[in-house]
T-cell receptor
């Protein structure tokens, strides 16, 4: 059972365009929602994260939008660049686990064409 | 960034063989994790360790075992490898002192192929 559902599985965006990746969850105990970025041959690395008490967080060209009532959150990459081509994972944590365990989505492979 | 290292980086083995994947970290973190990555399935937690004396099963621990030899070392073993254990394996660490962020730091991965 996938606790965090991620879509699309793959995405092709032209340079300068907006990339949007969506995630949905059911567990209302989740209290922290990070996004990880993975380049080929590398391990994932934290990109940006949000807590459910805010609806949006922006860091440079990367923005997380959070809709608590719909139990959905999304990553927006503005002015997408070829260097953004990577696999993106959304994740969620429940404070009730008390252990920093993360539940990951299935990943989105983003290709930004020049 | 070599804070979290994994050995070997690539391994091809045969069905039934015992395999050990090793992870070492110099970040001084107390928490360590093993994940496997499969296309379309994302990252799934195999085992995690709070400290040297604390080992816990993740969502897909069957067929795997782990050993936390020291705070900096966490090994994953496949007692009798089978083809569906062919995957990319990642070790990760986190600092309990940074519980608020839950940030995990991943190693470069081990690509395991079981024939």
């Amino acid at each position: 059972q996938q606790q965090v559902k991620q879509s699309p599985q793959s995405l092709i965006v032209q340079k300068g365009g907006i990339s949007i990746i969506n995630c949905a969850y059911e567990n209302t105990a989740f209290d922290y929602f990070p996004w990880y970025q993975q380049f080929p041959g590398k391990g994932p690395a934290l990109l940006i994260a949000i807590r459910p008490d805010v609806s949006e967080k922006k860091e440079g060209r990367f923005t997380i939008s959070f809709n608590k009532s719909a139990k959905q959150f999304s990553l927006h990459i503005m002015d997408s660049q070829p260097g953004d081509s990577a696999t993106y994972f959304c994740a969620a944590r429940s404070i009730r686990t008390g252990f920093q365990k993360l539940v990951f989505g299935t990943g989105t492979r983003l290709l930004v064409s020049p | 960034d070599a804070d979290v290292t994994q050995t070997p980086r690539n391994r091809i083995t045969k069905t039934g063989k015992r395999i050990m994947l090793e992870c070492s970290q110099t970040k001084g973190h107390d928490r360590m994790y093993w994940y496997r990555q499969d296309p379309g399935l994302g990252l799934r937690l195999i085992y995690y360790s709070f400290d040297v004396k604390d080992i816990n099963k993740g969502e897909i621990s069957d067929g795997y075992s782990v050993s936390r030899q020291a705070q900096a070392k966490f090994s994953l073993s496949l007692e009798s490898a089978i083809p569906n254990q062919t995957a990319l394996y990642f070790c990760a660490t986190s600092d309990s002192g940074l519980a608020r962020t839950s940030e995990q730091f991943f190693g470069p991965g081990t690509r395991l192929t079981v024939l």
